[in-house]
């Protein structure tokens, strides 16, 4: 068959928003949002972001609530990142019973049960007084294997505290097999590890060391990855796999769309994606200004992680998209 000029004509399928509607390749439903959510020891109200604008540190009050709002709006789950009134060099709080985060995930998982799905950040930079992702050595470098026990320990606290899944956002080599390894011991082997299994060094972090309160001085660069390299996110895959995880993350999102897809080829495991606090960041601010349409780019950005192969999103947004897409759907928008 020749194609004669003129007769192919893809604009056809653009006609009508029906037609475009039932040839869109790729959709968002609310179970694929995951709503990230911080928790604050110190605080009597919630506080607002200067850098996040429409994001708050929670008192355990607020964040039952808007958990509540998040799961009636129908999103896939809530991961939770805890801010301690007491910082130390080992970060002791994040594997307390009594520590902010784990009191958090018992309030939600006592009155959520398994109506969502409970995840936490298992990460020590929330809790150290240096910022660092892992316990130090007596140089200054974070201090891998000794991370992984302090690792090991807060993955076990998580589970007993009620989390559904531990999400390893540390980058220590080996986190992945220390954390099942640990979880099986103590019975819990019924509890998913998500591994960011990709994660880079990345500037667009910088609005979520306001969200944590981060002490960090420096960076995490010789943990985290050098924003250079696409080939060694797939060694860091085949090593999260073969270690045992369940779900695989790439960190951040947008500037990292070509990783994702790389990684959603190869993965035979679930590949979820972080549209990270610098992206929410600048979407906000630039709508904010008046430079774009803030409800098209928020789902430009959210679509353009579902083509790139993700099977879910971790974005401030997720309750918000979440109500839009349901009464979307009852409008016959969609
Ligand atoms: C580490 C962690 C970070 C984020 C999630 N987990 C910060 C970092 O690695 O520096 C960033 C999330 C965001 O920017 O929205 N606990």
């Known amino acids: 068959m020749t194609l004669v000029p003129g007769t192919v004509r893809p604009r056809r399928l653009r006609t009508t928003p029906a037609l475009r509607r039932l040839v869109s390749e790729s959709r968002l439903h609310p179970a694929d949002l995951i709503l990230p959510m911080f928790v604050k020891e110190t605080l009597s109200e919630p506080a607002p972001l200067t850098s996040m604008p429409g994001v708050v540190q929670h ?20 991961m939770l990142f805890g801010i301690p009134e007491h910082k ?41 007084s240096h910022g660092h992702c892992g316990v130090l050595d007596s140089a200054g470098g974070v201090d891998n294997d000794a991370t992984l026990t302090r690792y090991a320990s807060m993955a076990v606290s998580q589970a007993r505290a009620g989390a559904h899944v531990v999400g390893l956002s540390g980058m ?48 995490r660069k010789t943990y985290q990855q050098d924003p250079a390299n696409g080939r060694e ?37 679930p590949v979820w994606a972080y549209q990270v606090s610098g992206e929410y960041a600048m979407i906000e601010f630039a709508a904010s200004a008046g430079a774009i349409d803030r409800e098209r780019a928020i789902e430009e950005s959210l679509i353009a992680f579902k083509r790139a192969g993700a099977d879910a999103i971790l974005t401030y947004w997720a309750t918000e998209v979440a109500q839009r897409l349901t009464s979307q759907t009852q409008d016959g928008a969609l």
């Open 233 to 269: 996110a797939m060694r860091e895959l085949d090593l999260d796999l073969a270690e045992g995880a369940d779900i695989v993350m790439v960190k951040p999102g947008m500037p990292y769309l070509d990783v994702l897809a790389e990684v959603a080829c190869e993965s035979p495991v």
């Open 59 to 78: 008192t355990l009050d607020s964040l039952l609530e808007a958990a509540n709002e998040a799961v009636d709006a129908g999103v896939g789950g809530l």
């Open 172 to 219: 220590m080599d080996g986190q992945v097999a220390a954390c099942r390894e640990a979880l099986d011991l103590e019975g819990f082997t019924d509890v998913v590890v998500m591994a960011y299994s990709a994660k880079y060094a990345s500037a667009f972090f910088g609005p979520f060391r306001e969200a944590v309160d981060s002490e960090l001085q420096g960076d």
């Open 88 to 128: 130390d060099n080992d970060g002791s709080q994040a594997d307390d019973p009594e520590g902010i985060l784990n009191r958090a995930l018992t309030l939600l998982r006592d009155n959520l049960g398994d109506t969502t799905v409970i995840m936490a950040d298992l990460c020590l930079d929330e809790f150290t």
